[in-house]
């Protein structure tokens, strides 16, 4: 990257990311930063979502904060903010005020199911990229433990927060040692 | 919600419920929807059972992120007002808390904690995200149909550079003929 992107690119480009992002946002956030504007490596990506997982609260504008806080700061952040939260914001109260109406109608249901099922191909897409790069990095260690998180949020045996208080510190523990 | 006494007590219980399930909400927001569950049906009676499971709905397949279903449950519970207090009230603590945990992390760039804290965390992250997937691809894909706009999705955004909201537009309308 030759320079970083202004605080009006930053804006726009979530802008056109909210409106975009049918059935949740990360799938096509990893899309826009890493594919379409490369602002970021399938390496740095994985690293600034785990982070903004570490942090409460929704993943999506933690992850919006910190790319474009790296970038561009205090304006940079709330550019991002306003952009991925306010336009979307918007449409969900017309939705609401529809909603009683709305929530009926066979045809509208099934186009909301086909766009559901259309999701969940995007968060694939996403965890294809992000398992390939935490192969290249010793997958003798980190393939278990993505497989021992993935099971036991999967099988409702721990909930997320749990997972991580639980196999957080196992896993940091073991690159810990590594760098020993 | 008519009377003008029960507008500022419902904003104020939404906020502080809202802000207060953002700021345990480790992993992301979905690690708290039961709680958020548990307030709006049971709790503060906002809305039904059923109601909270169509509106999430909505929320999942409307642009922006699926967090935004707070959007839709504050404009149940107190109107347009509700719906800005409570989007605010999840996503801007949250916000702040990653701006400030950002600045940190990159100024420890080099330290051996912040390396194998980073390096733990991605491996649980990646689960997180294919648990996330797994969940997402059971609760949405009922038919053959959603199975296989799930795949072309996934095939599309792995093997081509064709943008995926183009499947998305197929799938809403197959969704809406009642194919999925």
Redesign the interface.
């Known amino acids: 990257m030759t320079s970083p992107p202004t605080t009006r690119e930053i804006f726009f480009t979530f802008l056109r990311m909210t409106l975009t992002a049918f059935g949740g946002a990360i799938g096509w956030a990893h899309r826009t930063v890493v594919v379409d504007r490369a602002w970021l490596s399938e390496r740095e990506f994985a690293e600034t979502l785990s982070l903004c997982q570490f942090v409460p609260g929704p993943n999506i504008t933690n992850f919006a904060v910190a790319v474009a806080a790296r970038f561009r700061g205090a304006p940079g952040a709330i550019a991002a903010m306003v952009a991925l939260v306010v336009p979307p914001m918007c449409i969900l109260i017309v939705v609401g005020a529809l909603y009683e109406r709305i929530a009926g109608v066979a045809a509208i249901h099934g186009a909301l199911n086909g766009l559901s099922a259309a999701a969940a191909g995007l968060l694939l897409v996403m965890l294809y990229s992000v398992l390939r790069t935490l192969v290249q990095s010793r997958p003798a260690v980190t393939v278990p433990i993505a497989l021992a998180s993935f099971a036991a949020v999967v099988s409702g045996v721990l909930s997320v927060p749990l997972a991580l208080i639980v196999l957080g510190p196992v896993s940091v523990a073991l690159a810990w040692f590594r760098r020993n | 919600m008519n009377a003008a006494h029960a507008f500022w007590p419902s904003i104020i219980a939404l906020v502080t419920r809202v802000a207060g399930l953002?700021?345990?909400?480790?992993?992301?927001?979905?690690?708290v929807l039961p709680a958020l569950h548990h307030q709006a049906v049971n709790e503060q009676h906002w809305m039904t059972d059923r109601d909270f499971a169509?509106?999430f709905?909505?929320?999942?397949?409307?642009?922006?992120?699926?967090?935004?279903v707070l959007?839709?449950i504050g404009?149940?519970a107190a109107g347009?007002a509700g719906?800005?207090a409570a989007?605010?009230a999840?996503?801007?603590?949250?916000?702040m808390?990653?701006?400030a945990?950002?600045?940190v992390?990159?100024r420890f760039k080099t330290a051996?904690?912040r390396?194998?804290?980073?390096?733990?965390?991605?491996?649980?992250?990646?689960?997180?995200?294919?648990?996330?997937?797994?969940?997402?691809?059971r609760?949405?894909?009922?038919s053959l149909?959603?199975?296989a706009?799930?795949?072309?999705?996934?095939v599309?955004?792995?093997a081509t550079k064709i943008n995926?909201?183009w499947?998305?537009a197929i799938?809403?309308?197959?969704?809406?003929?009642?194919?999925?």
Request: aromatic share 10%; glycine share 12%; proline share 5%.
């Open positions: 953002g700021l345990i909400a480790f992993g992301g927001v979905n690690s169509n509106l709905a909505l929320a999942s397949v409307s642009p922006g992120p699926n967090f935004m959007t839709l404009y149940e347009v719906a800005v989007t605010l999840l996503c801007v603590p949250t916000a808390l990653t701006f945990v950002v600045k992390w990159d051996r904690w390396i194998a804290l980073q390096a733990g965390l991605v491996p649980v992250c990646v689960g997180f995200v294919g648990a996330a997937a797994a969940l997402l691809v609760a949405s894909d009922a149909g959603g199975y706009i799930t795949a072309a999705v996934a599309v955004g792995i995926p909201l499947v998305f799938a809403a309308v197959a969704g809406a003929l009642g194919w999925v």
